[in-house]
């Protein structure tokens, strides 16, 4: 829920602003037991939002039926007043819902130039009408927020999806111990090791161990080469899947070998065909493209572990600017997925010929290119499902996405945190960070940030110097 609407128990007065419908079409229902506004401005926004088949349409469309599902049949005074909502699945009532009608534009403070400035000084003749009520302005856009509290108006992010206050804090999918594990280990509480693949232990001496929390498929490796994969976490025991740094090296995916542990984590994960979903995330130049896309090739052309591999992009101007491209949606898409294409291009560098080896996987393997667009109602099967630049995804767009995913498919999403195009996005509310934060602990699911700049020490230097 949302942070504010827990502290204290004065009466408050939330407006959305058109940004936050967009980012969660249901955030209406997350201010407890305080009043929710939709300005007129709001609303005006979203009709113009709402035609076409973009992302950004489907989600202004979304949010307009929440809110008409909610109003119903109230009759205008109730709508003034503020009409009950009844919070999803469990048909409580909190809070209440209304329009905010435009107010006198005589008594503007700030120039009524733009719908930013209209909705603010809306809220600030509102503020005046009711001074024992706290007035909010809620909106994801930073400089709207400063020219409310210029204005002497109260501002506020939205942050009822964003898990985690701290990027730092975010799961990297390992934990990095000093020494060796099973001294440690032995140090804690006895162990008897017979060689098996797994081996179980108490979870409380884990974790005096790793000294953090943990969670299913989660890694751990020492300075002597042992690392261990976290396999399943009951209530009172641990079962570990005990690899090493050899084993994990050893794995190649059409001609790709791992450059280094976190990448042969990375692998581990994508190889492993109980996992459905994993979240890579790195900076650029570590990888993510290329050991997705070598482990869908691997699995699709030699393993025929998957039919077909399916490969989408979130990238900032897509929806608008994909309808002006000439030719078929895969045609379309080509501009926006050279990544895809450059990385095909190396893992056949060393070929004969290599033009001819990439026509070769051109003609073998299903390789489509979808716009997200058309990935909305579809459910793929037997797929291996690529999504690029998923730090530019809202938690609602990713959600929609991953939902897509039929019997036997695997999801790769994979992303940058510190290249964010959307302007509404920031690292901590990013739709990749919201989902790594879920799927902690899903048995089904994992998560690995990649290190180091694999492309050229040009690249390493200026991702470290720049």
Known sequence: MHASAREGSSPKIYALDTNVLIHDPNAVFNFEEHQVLVPMVVLEE???????????????????????????????????????IERQHTQQSVGTLSIMMPRDPSASILPAHSNDNRIINDLLALQAQHQEAEVVLVTKDINMRLKARGSGLQSEDYHNDQ???DIDSLTTGYHALEGSFWEQIEAV???????????????????????EPFYANQFFYDQKEFVGRIHRVEEAQVSIEMLNTGVLMRQKAWGMVPRDLFQAMAMYLLFDPEIDLVALNGAAGSGKTMLALACALEQTMETKQYKRIIATR?????????????????????????????NLEALHAEDFDPGSSQDFVGAKVPIQFKSLNFVRGRSFQQSFMIVDEAQNLTPHQIKTIITRAGQGTKVVCLGNLAQIDTPYLGPTSSGLTYMSERFKGFEHGGSITLEGVARSRLAAYAESHL
């Open 163 to 165: 898990l985690i206050s």
């Open 314 to 342: 979130s990238t900032r101007g897509l929806d608008e600017d994909i309808g002006f491209l000439p030719g078929t949606e895969t045609e379309k898409m080509q501009p926006w997925l050279g990544a895809f294409t450059d």
């Open 189 to 211: 509480a006895p162990q008897n090791i017979r060689g098996e693949r797994y081996h179980v232990i108490d979870k409380t001496v884990l974790a005096e161990v790793l000294n």
């Open 46 to 84: 979203l009709d113009k939002l709402k035609v076409g088949s973009t992302a950004l349409a489907a989600d202004a469309r979304q949010s307009v039926r929440t809110i008409d599902a909610i109003l119903g049949g109230a009759t205008p005074q109730q709508i003034m007043e503020g009409v009950g």
